[in-house]
């Protein structure tokens, strides 16, 4: 009996040591989600919007899409989340057309058929080779709002703290990466294990910009819990929008634009003014 009983949590241990080791190796395959169509902006019906090539600082090439901002209008910088392409976000473009501001929709590396792998170090890279971009062509930071969706809002918070900018929109934030994954995972000692963290709570206080966090009471993948800490914790002027109804990817639908719109008519002052 008691053999049996040793070979049972034997046998216990050793899956939970293999599967353990399994998320770890394949940590970034769990994370970033890259398998995606990419279209171009002829092909998802885009007018007035430019495939822009951008080169990180460590050599890897990417790309950006890019609608300019009318004279005095910001430009809406947007970082996407661990899924997809910016050809899948081509709606974002259209409505910021629609309203009157630019927008550029940054592509990471091993996205949308770029080349590279993502890593946290990576996406930063990609983000910074894009503001340069911009900035080199006369849009200056304070000219920028700077947007992330889910995994994006990392990389905006990041580049926020490094960079004067006109403000940063959250969609569906986290306090960091270990923190969603040890909530999903948390039968394993992620926070030992992982090695992209994101870790905007950290970063919040940072940011010396105006700060919209929009965030779904529904949210069954990053808890809405997570966005209203990122919300206390940060320096005013700040402001928060939690719709009960709002799930991770449909708060489009439940009024988010209305409050990005109220958002830049409020706190968007076009330099030199």
Known sequence: MLKRALTIVSTAVAVY???TAGLYAFQRSLLYRTQAVYQTPAEVHLTGTTVVPLVAADGVHTIAWYSPAPPGAPTLVFFHGNGGSVSVRHWRI?????MGYGVFLVEYRGFGGCEGSPTEEGLYADARAALDWLEARGVHSTSMILYG????SGVAVKMATERRV???VLEAPYTSTVDVAALKYWMFPVRWLMWDRFDSLSRIKKIHAPLLVMHGAADATIPQSEGRELLAAALEPKVGYFPPDGHHLDLVLHGAYDQIDQFIARFW???GR
């Open 94 to 98: 259209r409505r910021g057309q629609k």
């Open 149 to 152: 969706e889910s995994l994006g």
């Open 166 to 168: 006109a403000g940063v």
């Open 17 to 19: 040591a293999l599967v």
């Open 269 to 271: 002052r076009a330099p």
